[in-house]
């Protein structure tokens, strides 16, 4: 290797700091684009079966057209350590948090989707921090919290292979790269798969996994509940509770999981309009929906109007409602609720408004070195997003078997 090529290999694996700075033009732009929005009639029923109701969308829309203020999450993101590094040809965001305490134990955290670095915001400072928010010296944690390729201020992938699994390696990779020679990883939704595929990957470096959305589906059941299929017979209560909630996913819940799985570049409405992307980032689960409607009814919820729209807004300003919607299309049909064949150890946490509660039997088969499994009185799918307190508990006591 000559001294060029060895200086631009040097260069592609560096740690470049890195600060989010939108431009007023372009808050101001975003502003105007709401207030132009060309709003449908009100939906012809009194509940959400056809889709977010145009009363809620037009309570955010002012909001986030009058109120709403952006600078408030750049600058909780900017005291944060942000950098940039290439990993396989493409640019990596990620925070990379670092504890004072001695031994802390480093973990790699992955969002989901409609999600971005801004989900995990809150659970940063307890779980660097412990000593600060009930905790001891010994939970504490190193923690990289990465923004997933076609995500935030990551790179957009311009060839087809950035599914889950290749994401998963390029975690290692950064770990690595970070200078971590053990670690673990935390993940839900997509991060759960990501986090699950690692684990299934099994480098040396990965001590093991905490999950809040678990692969339990045994296959048969899987494909039953795709299909549509009654419950099936012999199952206990809480199979059969998990088995009805998946099959509700399946068959009226993840009409935006086809849509971006079949044909995502089909999306230029989210890309084009805020109302529209917001919308499209509402419709994401139920029981998530209702929680966001009540809070912009202004009633008191787990996320405040700001949680909601900042996570949205980071979307819009990097213009990644469609590149990160080809993740679907990447890992469409491998199975996102199903068993994967992880071997190493795995903390699961169970929060009652998950697409599913996973049952303790199917956990306990599908993760053969299961090391803690815990249902939480409250909480739904952006767990960290949610209920902060109840999360990075559940990551220290889920994790602390692995600490050495």
């Known amino acids: 290797m000559n001294a060029v090529a060895e ?93 004072k305490h001695p031994n802390a134990l480093p973990l790699i955290v992955t969002h989901g989707w409609p999600g971005s670095i801004v989900e995990q915001l809150k659970i940063i400072d307890p779980l660097v921090n412990p000593t600060a928010h009930g905790g001891t010296a010994a939970d504490a944690f190193d923690v990289v919290i990465p923004s997933m390729p076609g995500y935030g201020h990551s790179g957009k992938p311009s060839k087809p292979g950035w599914g889950p699994a290749r994401i998963a390696q390029a975690w290692v990779t950064l770990m690595k790269r970070l200078g971590y020679k053990k670690f673990a990883a935390q993940g839900g939704d997509w991060g759960a798969v990501v986090t699950e595929l690692m684990a299934v990957q099994a480098a040396p470096e990965l001590l093991g996994i905490h999950v809040n959305m678990p692969g339990v589906f045994p296959a048969e059941i899987d494909g039953a509940a795709f299909s549509g299929a009654p419950v099936p017979a012999g199952l206990s209560a809480d199979e059969k509770l998990a088995y009805e909630r998946l099959q509700f996913v399946y068959q009226k819940g993840i009409a935006y999981g086809y849509q971006m799985g079949l044909r995502p570049q089909t999306l230029y409405g989210i890309a084009d309009s805020p109302i529209g992307l917001a919308a499209y980032f509402l419709d994401h689960d139920a029981r998530s929906y209702e929680m966001i409607a009540r809070v912009f009814r202004g009633e008191a919820e787990g996320l405040s109007r700001d949680d909601v729209l900042d996570n949205i807004t980071l979307a819009w300003v990097t213009n990644t409602g469609v590149s990160g919607a080809r993740l679907y299309w ?33 956990t306990e088969r599908a993760f053969p070195k299961l090391i803690h499994y815990n249902k939480l009185p409250r909480g739904g799918h952006f767990a960290a997003f949610e209920q902060p307190k109840f999360f990075t508990d559940e990551v220290r006591t889920g994790l602390r078997s692995l600490r050495t």
């Open 330 to 362: 990447e890992y469409f049909g491998q199975g996102y609720f199903n068993v994967k064949g992880v071997a190493i150890p795995v903390a699961v946490s169970v929060f009652p408004d998950e697409l599913y509660p996973a049952p303790r039997s199917w």
């Open 7 to 99: 200086l631009a290999t040097r260069d592609s694996s560096a740690l470049r700091p890195f600060r989010v700075n939108v431009p007023e033009a372009e808050l101001e732009e975003l502003r105007r684009r709401i207030k132009a929005t060309v709003w449908p009639e009100r939906e012809t029923v009194d509940d959400a079966t056809q889709g977010v109701q145009l009363a809620t969308m037009q309570a955010l829309a002012r909001y986030w057209a009058t109120q709403y203020d952006w600078r408030k999450v750049e600058a909780r993101i900017n005291a944060l350590p942000n950098f940039i590094t290439e990993i396989d040809g493409l640019d990596i965001h990620f925070i990379h948090a670092k504890s």
